[in-house]
Structures are given as C-alpha cells and as structure tokens.
C-alpha cells in the first residue's frame, strides 16, 4: 500500500547524514563519546539530573524496573491503555502487572483513583504512560505513591518535551523516567531509548545492568584506564551505538521547534473537526499546550463510525492507526475486568490521524475534509 498521507513521516536531513557518516568515518561504532554526549544533551533537554541511554524504550522500562527493585513476587500497577512494553517490563523481572482503567472518555492517561483501588501489599510499584504526548496527572499519583511507599516510574516514550500540569518538564516528577527513540517518537534514532533520573545510585544500576555488570566497558579499556573486568549482577547487552547517538545528537536542537511544528497541526486538526457532531476531541486546549503530541487521537460516537472511518480513509490513501486496551489481547486475556471499562470504550472509539513535524497546513485541510464528508456519509 503506498499512502497519498502516511501516519508518519522522519524527516532526516543533510545535516543528520553528514553526522552520521562522521560517526561511521571515525572508526568507533559501539557506547562511546557520541553516546555520552547525547546522554547529557537528553538530560539537559529534559531538565533530569541523570539520562542513561540505552538500547530501545522496551530496554529503558526493563532496566527502570530492575533499578527500582522489582522482582518475583511484586505487583505493579499498569494503564491497560497503553503499548505493550509498558506491561511486559515487569514481566521480565518476574512480577505481576495489575491493569489499571483510563481516567475519563477524553483523557486516555490512567486514573488515579482506579490505581488507588487496586493497590495491595504485593504491590511495589506504578508506571504512569504519558499517552500520545499528554502527561498523566501526576502530582496526585506522586502523593499516593508516597503514601503507600511505592515506586513511581514514567513511561515517556510518547512524551518527551511534554510539560505537567504544574509546569515542570515531564520526567522529573517520578523516580525513574523512560525515553523511546524509536523512529516513530518525537526524537527519533531507528531504534534507541533512555532512563531518567534523579537518584545517582538509580543510574549507576542502569548503567551497569546496560552492558552486563561489567566493572569496566570496552571504551575505559580502548583508553587504557582499566586493563579488566568483573561481572557483579545479571546484566544485559542494552548499549546504544555510536551511530545512533550521533543521529539524536544531531536531531535533539530541533527537536523543541518540531513538537510546536506538531502542536500546530493539531490545533489546526482541533479546530477543523471539533465542530462535527460525531467526533469528540481527546483532551482540552490546557493540555494541547502542554502535550508534546506524539499522535492526534479523535473519539468517534461509535465503535462502527471508527471501523467505517477507518477503512474509508485508508481507500482514499490516508493512513490512520488505533490503540487496543491490553486487556483485549491475548496474552493479557486473563485480566480482563469488567472496571476496565472507561479506556475500552476509548480504544472501541478511536482513531490517529497522521501527523508529524513536517505535515503541512494543506494535508491537514485535506485529511479533514475528507474525514468530514466520510463523517457525513457514514
Ligand atoms: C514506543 C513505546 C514503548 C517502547 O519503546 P521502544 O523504543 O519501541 O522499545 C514503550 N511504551 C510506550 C507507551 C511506547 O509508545
């Protein structure tokens, strides 16, 4: 299928190229120098003390949990509205997720209250998805999790440059943040991804359990400051590589200019479709300034106008995507709940449309028109 409007779409430029080439010119391929300066170009963004880069989102979840202690035996309370990453990190570390509902039909974020119905002695920590870009809301979740004595970590990977209601920039507010770099996130590298923190004994972990425990790794050793090595935990070959930093190295000044790129488009989008009786917009104008817009979800007033919008762009050349609540796919089959109810109804009901920094004021104009007179035709 080639689309007339895809989804998505990287722009990767000359600049992007040239840096990479330089990279691959230079002879050093694996964690290295470039790595370590996109780190503190990534925490220096972020407003976070620690950014430890690693090998994709999934491994920066992986790690995340690690880090914060969790093992067989825990519990640890997920949005069931949300990529499967999110539920699957704890997995790895032998814990349980305990699938949580949406906080209301026009805010995909988890809810707060439904985190803290389902909150037990097993349960060790919480993992707030900051979805399409929008921050969950956090202050509340942070005041429960202290209450309880349990860890709070942010899934971001839909989310960097994203701000809290409060202002601060998001990553700061839990115990462990996690950045994705996959190249459909608003900072892109093909594959990538990085912890934030601000615990320096929390990144330390992250670092180690990176690149197998090991007591020294192979740029010290090229420099001749360590001659050896040992091994002290279970580690895990999560490294970025040089290419793919120097890639975020080169993107990352751009990137606060193409989140307002992107927030331009969805208040255009906003106010384009707002005004149709059929479709109800996600979020409000507060949030829209705060997001930093990952995807442009819109409800639908049915499950069939999605499924007929759906298949209706898609014949008119216009690529659209939707998220399934976990709790629908098989593998989580087994907790499905009938409280589960607000973020089924949401993942029932929508749909994102394409967006990314670069899409221009005349493809929105003409995804709307055509979703508009599908809207009418349905
Ligand atoms: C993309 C994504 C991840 C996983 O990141 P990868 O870099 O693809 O491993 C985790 N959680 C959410 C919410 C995501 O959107």
Known sequence: MTWTVPLTDVVVTDDDVAAVMDCYASGWLTMGPRTRAFEDAVAQFTGSTHAVAVSSGTAALHLACRAAGIGPGDEVIVPTMTFLATAHAPRYCGATPVLCDSASPTDMNLSVEDVSRRITPRTKAVIAVHFCGYTADLAPLRTLCDENGLVLIEDMAQAIGARYADGRPCGTGGDLACVSFFSKKQLSVGEGGAVLTGSSGAADIVRSLRSHAMTSGTWDRHRGHEDSYDIVDLGYNYR??????????????????????????????????????????????????????????VLTDTHELRVHLRRSLAEAGIQTTRYPALHVLEEYAGQTDASLSVAEATADRHLCLPLWAGIDDDTVDRVCERVLHDVREA
């Open 240 to 297: 970025l590589d040089e290419p793919r930093a120097a890639l975020g190295l080169a993107r990352i000044p751009r990137l606060a200019a193409e989140i307002d790129a992107r927030r331009a488009a969805v208040l255009r989008y906003r106010e384009r479709l707002g005004f149709s009786e059929r479709l109800t917009l996600l979020w409000d104008d507060e949030a829209v300034s705060r997001s930093s817009h990952f995807a442009f979800p």
